[in-house]
């Protein structure tokens, strides 16, 4: 598992068991989204047939950053919230700085 260790070093974690957690929190926030998105497309009148540019177009905007959310629900719930935050923050600095530029 030489990619494990890579990304051990990258993040600077030293335990197996704190990369295997960030991992699980990846996951769960992943799989989350699918479930809230067959919640709120209905609430939005999305169907089926509705075309898939307009799904994209709702997509795109509103669930980074719901996704974003559940990397800090489900990080706390695992006892990675510091990883998480520290991820956020960069995220939000970068964001801010992209935006700046327009």
């Not at 957690?21 to 799989?31: D, N, W």
């Amino acid at each position: 598992m030489k990619w494990a260790e890579k990304l051990k070093r990258k993040w600077n974690i030293q335990s197996n068991w704190d990369f295997w957690m960030i991992m699980l929190t990846f996951s769960l926030a992943g799989m989350s989204i699918l479930s809230i998105r067959k919640v709120i497309f209905p609430l939005l009148g999305i169907k089926a047939a509705t075309p898939l540019w307009v799904k994209v177009l709702v997509y795109i905007p509103l669930f980074p950053p719901v996704y974003q959310l559940g990397l800090l629900f489900f990080g706390f719930i695992l006892g990675q919230f510091p990883f998480f935050w520290e991820k956020e923050k960069r995220l939000a600095k970068f964001l801010v700085k992209c935006f700046r530029r327009v």
